[in-house]
């Protein structure tokens, strides 16, 4: 299964993308992580890639794309992934079709998660990140009185571009850039929405049973 998650930011792609790819058994391959990790590790590629995440500006296409094609060359992408915020706007999701055709292989399914401006903002403004094993949490659904991962004890952070001025910033990016490949993969046949509201396992329940119907 080739898989891609699109939606604004906050609608759950990360937590969503963690419990589908397991189920599926692909690869879960998140752009805004490589970057992250790249940011951390102080790599050029992440020193790069900081100035334009700080302001909440999308990563130049030519420089995204040249990592997420390495990425999916790699042994464990052959046979299925999940793409979680790549593409983020038609250029790339027209060089990622064309790459994919060199290759013999095309989208089976492009999962859109629906969910409206003001839970994005509640969500975003209680993210927090596991520092050690990545897993995300929200201070408020989740009850996190502490800033300590329950799942490896690891602490939690709150991510720069989680702040206020650079949210409003990322879902202008959104609206601008992303939002039209929403148009565009429903007129290639591949979308499919999914209400992204409620609890995360009625959600990542909803998201299986569009994903059923497509699975070889
Ligand atoms: P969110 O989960 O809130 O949607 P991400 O973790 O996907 O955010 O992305 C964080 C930042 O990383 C983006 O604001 C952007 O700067 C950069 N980024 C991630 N994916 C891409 C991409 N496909 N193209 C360009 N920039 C990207
Ligand atoms: P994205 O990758 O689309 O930016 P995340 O998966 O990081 O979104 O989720 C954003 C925030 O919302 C996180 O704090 C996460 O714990 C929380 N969240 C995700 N899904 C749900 C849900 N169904 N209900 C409540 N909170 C959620």
Redesign the pocket.
């Known amino acids: 299964m080739r898989l891609v998650l699109v939606?604004?930011?906050?609608?759950g792609?990360?937590t969503q993308a963690q419990y589908i790819a397991s189920n599926l058994s692909i690869p879960k391959i998140?752009?805004?992580?490589i970057?992250?990790a790249n940011v951390s590790g102080g790599t050029e590629l992440g020193k790069l890639?900081k100035t334009?995440?700080d302001?909440?500006?999308?990563?130049?296409?030519q420089v995204?794309i040249a990592m997420?094609r390495d990425r999916l060359s790699e042994d464990d992408a052959q046979d299925g992934f999940l793409l979680?915020?790549?593409?983020?706007?038609v250029p790339?999701a027209e060089i990622l079709k064309k790459m994919l055709a060199d290759w013999g292989q095309g989208l089976d399914l492009v999962l859109e998660l629906v969910v409206d401006d003001d839970e994005v903002v509640r969500r975003?403004a209680g993210?927090r990140t596991c520092s050690q094993c990545g897993r995300i949490w929200h201070v408020e659904f989740d009850d996190k009185q502490d800033d300590r991962c329950d799942a490896c004890d690891g602490t939690l952070f709150q991510?720069d571009?989680?702040k206020e001025e650079t949210v409003r910033h990322?879902l202008e990016?959104?609206q601008e850039q992303t939002a039209p490949l929403i148009s565009y993969y429903a007129d290639e046949g591949t979308l499919v929405g999914v209400d992204a509201t409620g609890p995360v396992e009625e959600v990542t329940q909803r998201a299986m049973d569009a994903i059923r119907p497509f699975l070889g």
């Not at 998140?30 to 992580?33: F, I, K, L, R, Y």
């Not at 979680?84 to 706007?89: A, V, W």
């Open positions: 939606g604004p930011p906050g609608a792609k990360g998140s752009t805004g992580d970057f992250r890639a334009y995440m302001r909440g500006d999308l990563v130049p296409d995204t997420v979680d915020g790549f593409p983020r706007n790339q975003l993210r991510r571009d989680d990322r990016v959104y």
